[in-house]
């Protein structure tokens, strides 16, 4: 597969998590809890391929969007679960509002 190619499917990948939201709010703490660590774990590996782009690809600004998008994404994504998440654990341990 060419290079161009597969950074532009890394941007793929990431722009389909977006647009593919899950309702954080219907699921348990300890599933929120699994959510974040995916969504974390899909952000290194994310950035380990854009490093891996960075040694072999000659597109810079290509490279230099598919960060972007990947950390606003992600940090994102993880900011609105950590809310969720930690309103649930208010709820649900420590029974206070």
């Known amino acids: 597969m060419d290079e161009p190619d597969e ?3 890394l941007i793929d990948d990431i722009s389909f998590r977006k647009s593919n939201s899950k ?3 219907k699921m348990s703490v300890e599933q ?3 959510e974040l ?3 974390m774990k899909f952000e290194q590996e994310s950035f380990k391929k854009i490093e891996e782009f960075e ?3 000659e597109n810079p600004d290509l490279i230099k969007y598919a960060k972007m998008i990947c950390k606003n994404t992600t ?3 993880i900011t609105q679960i950590q809310e969720i998440y930690l309103e649930k ?3 649900e341990y420590l029974k206070s509002k």
């Open 7 to 9: 950074i532009q499917k």
């Open 23 to 25: 309702d954080y709010e």
């Open 32 to 34: 929120i809890g699994k």
């Open 37 to 39: 660590r995916e969504v």
């Open 55 to 57: 040694k072999t690809q």
């Open 75 to 77: 940090q994102r994504e």
């Open 89 to 91: 654990i208010d709820k």
